[in-house]
């Protein structure tokens, strides 16, 4: 698995493993030996590298969806409606922005965030970013509880946030 992980030092304490840009870049305190901590996660390693190939070849056959800001805007919206109600929760606003590294988040005030990159998105992914999202309102961790919420409208969740990864290249690759 040699090359395709980069190695960066930074000042931090702990390693860390970043992986969302499609290799596993590891992140070391300075004066760390990174064959140490390959070693120790290695099967962790080989398994997020595993998923990222499988997600690669899976948007390999995925193109993105032509939608202007308008219609992107409207759907998003139409849909925080919908699921609010059926969620019982309350969204204060909605923003869309341009972010990097994830495509929605939802604050603790109920302020939604929408990544302005998801209007390429088909549309079923964008209605489970924001069902996921104002799941977040009823649980703010992805524990159990959270899943649970989610799969009552999205049972197969699993390959839908596999898909979104997918697209995740499209968009950024
Ligand atoms: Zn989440």
Request: charged letters at 35%; proline letters at 4%.
């Amino acid at each position: 698995m040699g090359s395709e992980v980069e190695v960066r030092y930074r000042n931090i304490k702990y390693p860390r493993i970043e992986l969302r840009t499609g290799k596993v870049i590891l992140i070391l305190p300075h004066g760390k030996n990174p064959e140490e901590v390959l070693e120790r996660h290695k099967k962790w390693i080989e398994r997020k590298l595993g998923f990222i190939e499988e997600c690669k070849k899976e948007a390999e056959g995925k193109e993105p969806v032509e939608r202007n800001e308008e219609e992107f805007r409207t759907l998003v919206l139409s849909l925080v409606e919908e699921f609010s109600r059926e969620l019982g929760v309350k969204v204060n606003k909605v923003f869309f922005r341009r972010m990097s590294t994830r495509w929605a988040s939802c604050s603790r005030k109920g302020n939604l965030t929408i990544n302005r990159l998801a209007r390429f998105l088909p549309s079923h992914l964008i209605e489970y970013i924001v069902f996921h999202e104002l799941a977040h309102l009823i649980e703010r961790r992805h524990t159990d509880a959270f899943w649970r919420v989610v799969s009552r409208k999205f049972p197969s969740y699993p390959s839908l946030e596999r898909e979104l990864f997918a697209y995740w290249f499209k968009v950024w690759g």
